[in-house]
C-alpha cells in the first residue's frame, strides 16, 4: 500500500514538475520501420501522445475511445500518437494489434523506455498533450472509467476542446491508472 500510495505522488508530482515545459525532440519506428519525429508535428494545434498496450486490458478498453478522439480532433489539427514502451510486446504483436483495432493513428514503439522514461509514464493507458511548441499541456488519463458506461470526466476530450477554442486547460494533471508499463530496468 506505500508503494503505491509513493507511486501516485510521484506521478502526480511528475505532472507538476513538465507541465508547461518543452518536450524534447524524438524518432521512434512504428511496427514497419518507418521513422516518426515529434517535430513533425510541430503544425498541428495539439499533440496527443498516447502510451498503449496490445496486452493490457485497462489500455484495451479504451481501443475504442482512443479512435473516436482521432475521429473527432483529427481534422480540427490534433496529431495523435500510439507509443508502445512495452517490452515484453514484440513488434509482430504491436503490429497485429494495431491493425486488429484499427488504430488511425501511427503506433510506434520505444524499445528501451527512453520516451516513457523522460516523459514519466508509468501505465497504459496514459496521455501527454503538447502545443505546437511541444509544451506540456496535460498528463493523465484519457477519462475516470475503464467501463464506457460509468464516465463522468472526460478528462482529455476536455482538454482537446479547451486548445482548439483557445480556452485555458481545464487541468493540467490528471492520475492516469491502468497496467504498469513493463520497463527494460
Given at each position: 500500500?506505500?508503494?503505491?500510495?509513493?507511486?501516485?505522488?510521484?506521478?502526480?508530482?511528475?505532472?507538476?514538475?513538465?507541465?508547461?515545459?518543452?518536450?524534447e525532440?524524438?524518432?521512434?519506428?512504428?511496427?514497419?520501420?518507418?521513422?516518426?519525429?515529434?517535430?513533425?508535428?510541430?503544425?498541428?494545434?495539439?499533440?496527443?501522445?498516447?502510451?498503449?498496450?496490445?496486452?493490457?486490458?485497462?489500455?484495451?478498453?479504451?481501443?475504442?475511445?482512443?479512435n473516436?478522439?482521432?475521429?473527432?480532433?483529427h481534422?480540427?489539427?490534433?496529431?495523435?500518437?500510439?507509443?508502445?514502451?512495452?517490452?515484453?510486446?514484440?513488434?509482430?504483436?504491436?503490429?497485429?494489434?494495431?491493425?486488429?483495432?484499427?488504430?488511425?493513428?501511427?503506433?510506434?514503439?520505444?524499445?528501451?523506455?527512453?520516451?516513457?522514461?523522460?516523459?514519466?509514464?508509468?501505465?497504459?493507458?496514459?496521455?501527454?498533450?503538447?502545443?505546437?511548441?511541444?509544451?506540456?499541456?496535460?498528463?493523465?488519463?484519457?477519462?475516470?472509467?475503464?467501463?464506457?458506461?460509468?464516465?463522468?470526466?472526460?478528462?482529455?476530450?476536455?482538454?482537446?476542446?479547451?486548445?482548439?477554442?483557445?480556452?485555458?486547460?481545464?487541468?493540467?494533471?490528471?492520475?492516469?491508472?491502468?497496467?504498469?508499463?513493463?520497463?527494460?530496468?
Amino acid at each position: 500500500m506505500k508503494r503505491i500510495l509513493f507511486l501516485f505522488f510521484i506521478s502526480i508530482l511528475y505532472g507538476f514538475l513538465f507541465a508547461g515545459e518543452t518536450i524534447e525532440d524524438f524518432t521512434l519506428e512504428d511496427f514497419n520501420g518507418t521513422s516518426y519525429k515529434l517535430s513533425n508535428y510541430n503544425d498541428n494545434e495539439a499533440i496527443v501522445l498516447l502510451f498503449i498496450s496490445s496486452q493490457c486490458p485497462v489500455s484495451n478498453a479504451y481501443n475504442d475511445r482512443m479512435n473516436k478522439l482521432y475521429t473527432s480532433f483529427h481534422s480540427k489539427g490534433v496529431a495523435f500518437i500510439g507509443i508502445n514502451s512495452n517490452r515484453t510486446e514484440t513488434t509482430k504483436q504491436i503490429k497485429q494489434h494495431a491493425v486488429e483495432k484499427d488504430f488511425m493513428f501511427p503506433v510506434l514503439i520505444d524499445r528501451n523506455n527512453l520516451i516513457a522514461d523522460r516523459l514519466g509514464a508509468t501505465v497504459t493507458p496514459e496521455v501527454f498533450v503538447l502545443n505546437s511548441k511541444r509544451e506540456l499541456l496535460y498528463h493523465g488519463r484519457i477519462d475516470d472509467s475503464k467501463n464506457p458506461d460509468n464516465i463522468t470526466s472526460h478528462d482529455l476530450e476536455d482538454v482537446l476542446l479547451a486548445i482548439i477554442t483557445g480556452k485555458q486547460v481545464p487541468t493540467a494533471t490528471t492520475k492516469a491508472f491502468g497496467c504498469s508499463i513493463n520497463k527494460v530496468n
